[in-house]
């Protein structure tokens, strides 16, 4: 969980543009503009995590919808709810849920409000491979972590040239595990509940709740 967190959590802000290909830096900007245009976004995502020497193969399907700061993540059984100052995790499977303050600067922290423009910070990025996958043509940008003690070895951000929308995410850590997450299904500005970033407590009155700040 805390490793999906990870990768929901990467988000947006250039440094060292000295050493960016422009043309990346341009694509991604026109990414970043666009994003910040909509009001909220719904994606149907799936995750995939593999590391070979490990044995290690999963993979799973989440949903997300982001409204500024404010998100409500499904994934793995779990719901997070994020109203903008409470993190609420609901874990059925413990009817338990956990309360807390998100620390949005915690290292090695990306918050699904941030999961798409999380390469505007601490990264150098260039133009990568261009591929057609079913008929749209994803330009990838690969990035570098600043952080030379950072246990990313490199991100590749796939992009669909024609609507600049993220369709992929790709991470190489250090340790040999690879972790992608493919959005399936973009929406914008989609009618969206009043209460839908609201945590009703009497809805888990059978749930221990944990207050951990």
Avoid: W
């Avoid at 000295?18 to 976004?41: C, F, G, P, R, T």
């Avoid at 995750?47 to 999963?58: A, G």
């Amino acid at each position: 969980m805390k490793k999906l967190v990870l990768i929901l959590s990467l988000a947006i802000g250039f440094t060292g543009l000295a050493q960016n290909d422009a043309n990346a830096e341009v694509l991604l900007s026109e990414v970043s503009e666009k994003i910040k245009a909509y009001k909220n976004i719904s994606l149907d995502f799936k995750y995939e995590l593999n590391n070979l020497s490990e044995n290690i193969n999963q993979e799973t399907r989440g949903d997300v919808v982001i409204e500024g700061e404010k998100y409500k993540l499904n994934i793995l059984g779990i719901t997070r709810i994020y109203d903008g100052n409470t993190l609420y995790t609901i874990s059925p499977e413990d009817e338990e849920v956990t309360i807390s303050s998100e620390n949005t600067d915690e290292e090695g922290t990306i918050t699904p409000s941030k999961m798409l423009s999380f390469y505007e910070d601490g990264y150098t990025f260039k133009m990568d491979i261009i591929q057609n996958v079913r008929g749209r043509k994803i330009q990838y940008v690969k990035l570098n972590p600043i952080d030379t003690n950072s246990e990313i070895k490199n991100i590749l951000l796939g992009i669909d040239a024609t609507t600049k929308h993220i369709y992929n995410l790709i991470e190489n850590g250090k340790n040999g595990t690879k972790t992608t997450l493919t959005v399936n299904s973009f929406k914008t500005d989609e009618p969206i509940s009043k209460t839908l970033f609201t945590f009703d407590e009497s809805k888990y009155s059978d749930y221990f709740i944990n207050k951990i700040d």
